[in-house]
């Protein structure tokens, strides 16, 4: 009798003991997934966030694109005359003037210096400006220029275009969609600056494009410090030089 009541305890015992096995087991499970859903919560919030990054970086970066091309239509110094109208489209940012200057030297000395302005539009850390005849690109770190300076020069003569904005320009900033007009009266005056060894200096915010494009018409470049600096590039040789300044009287407000 006696070894039947001690079987008897033996077995609840066990059974006691794998009830709460399974109750440790099974609270287990629960932590285990409560675990695995915040980290695919976690997860998904992340690439939420990763997705929202892209997004906003290619919106940014087609805006560029789009402002870019449009400076280029809008804003014809060289072959337009009289009044001119273009429009340049954005989901978001600004698009106001600077100012800027455009210094030509003859021998080392400053003969015409102009406050040439540009023209720039901002999104984040994108940046496109219409500066000294050329559209600038880039970001806050690094910069490119798509179109050249109308600057022409050989062994016998340098000409210096110099695209100059204008004192009341305006500015258009807005989101979800901004058309900005730019309307210019353009007009042109040739200066001729005899014969000597020319420098054309350009005080810019992006001085790397700068430097780039006057190594490429053969200049020996330099930059002084300033805010922002100014590009040097030096024409060595003699040559006869001649400064072409387009005035724009140019005028930015919103709407199409």
Same mark, same amino acid.
């Given at each position: 009798?006696?070894?039947?009541?001690?079987?008897?305890?033996?077995?609840?015992?066990?059974?006691?003991?794998?009830?709460?096995?399974?109750?440790?087991?099974?609270?287990?499970?629960?932590?285990?997934?409560?675990?695995?859903?915040?980290?695919?919560?976690?997860?998904?919030?992340?690439? =939420?966030?990763?997705?929202? #990054?892209?997004?906003?970086?290619?919106?940014?970066?087609?805006?560029?694109?789009?402002?870019?091309?449009?400076?280029?239509?809008?804003?014809?110094?060289?072959?337009? =005359?009289?009044?001119?109208?273009?429009?340049?489209?954005?989901?978001?940012?600004?698009?106001?003037?600077? +100012?800027?200057?455009? +210094?030509?030297?003859?021998?080392?000395?400053?003969?015409?210096?102009?406050?040439?302005?540009?023209?720039?539009?901002?999104?984040?850390?994108?940046?496109?400006?219409?500066?000294?005849?050329?559209?600038?690109?880039?970001?806050?770190?690094?910069?490119?220029?798509?179109?050249?300076?109308? #600057?022409?020069?050989?062994?016998?003569?340098?000409?210096?275009?110099?695209?100059?904005?204008?004192?009341?320009?305006?500015?258009?900033?807005?989101?979800?969609?901004?058309?900005?007009?730019?309307?210019?009266?353009?007009?042109?005056?040739?200066?001729?600056?005899?014969?000597?060894?020319?420098?054309?200096?350009? +005080?810019?915010?992006?001085?790397?494009?700068?430097?780039?494009?006057?190594? +490429?018409?053969?200049?020996?470049?330099?930059?002084?410090?300033?805010?922002?600096?100014?590009?040097?590039?030096?024409?060595?040789?003699?040559?006869?030089?001649?400064?072409?300044?387009?005035?724009?009287?140019?005028?930015?407000?919103?709407?199409?």
């Amino acid at each position: 009798m006696s070894r039947n009541r001690d079987r008897d305890r033996n077995h609840d015992r066990d059974r006691n003991r794998n009830r709460d096995r399974g109750r440790s087991r099974g609270q287990s499970n629960v932590v285990a997934v409560a675990l695995l859903l915040g980290i695919a919560a976690a997860s998904m919030g992340a690439l =939420t966030a990763a997705v929202g #990054v892209i997004v906003d970086s290619s919106a940014t970066q087609a805006d560029a694109d789009r402002v870019a091309a449009d400076l280029e239509t809008a804003v014809d110094p060289i072959a337009a =005359t009289g009044p001119q109208r273009g429009r340049v489209t954005f989901a978001e940012g600004r698009l106001y003037a600077v +100012e800027r200057t455009l +210094e030509v030297r003859a021998d080392g000395s400053a003969v015409e210096r102009l406050d040439v302005g540009a023209l720039v539009y901002r999104a984040g850390d994108r940046r496109v400006a219409f500066h000294a005849g050329a559209v600038v690109r880039g970001t806050d770190g690094r910069g490119w220029l798509e179109t050249e300076p109308p #600057v022409t020069v050989d062994d016998d003569v340098l000409i210096v275009g110099a695209p100059r904005l204008g004192d009341d320009v305006g500015s258009v900033a807005g989101t979800g969609g901004v058309t900005a007009t730019v309307e210019t009266n353009v007009s042109h005056d040739r200066r001729s600056l005899g014969d000597a060894t020319f420098a054309v200096a350009v +005080e810019t915010s992006a001085p790397g494009a700068w430097e780039r494009a006057f190594e +490429e018409l053969g200049a020996t470049v330099s930059r002084e410090p300033g805010e922002p600096p100014t590009v040097v590039a030096t024409f060595d040789g003699e040559r006869t030089g001649y400064l072409v300044v387009h005035d724009l009287d140019a005028e930015v407000s919103a709407g199409g």
